[in-house]
């Protein structure tokens, strides 16, 4: 039997995806320039992926996770968030 995806999960995956991309790159000290030039991308691309501008394809969600050194399905982990 198929896996049916709701349009709930899909938006939950991908904002942890968006949220692992910026955080990673963050923490590389990157620019929005320098991981498009690693993922061979132009800067908007990277810019209007983490501004929610476009959800990406899947191509480019690999080409995020080879130019960040993770495993693709690293980026869609949910991290604990801070509670204060």
Avoid: C
Avoid at 23 to 40: C, I, P, Q, T, Y
Avoid at 56 to 66: E, K, L, Q, V
Wanted: glycine share 4%.
């Amino acid at each position: 039997m198929p896996v049916q995806l709701h349009s709930d999960d899909v938006t939950t995956e991908i904002a942890a995806y968006r949220r692992n991309v910026e955080r990673l790159r963050e923490e590389r000290r990157w620019s929005h320039e320098a991981l498009a030039r690693r993922m061979g991308v132009s800067t908007a691309l990277v810019t209007n992926f983490e501004a929610h501008r476009t959800t990406g394809s899947i191509p480019t969600m690999i080409r995020f996770a080879n130019a960040l050194n993770v495993p693709v399905g690293e980026l869609f982990k949910e991290l604990p968030q801070n509670r204060f």
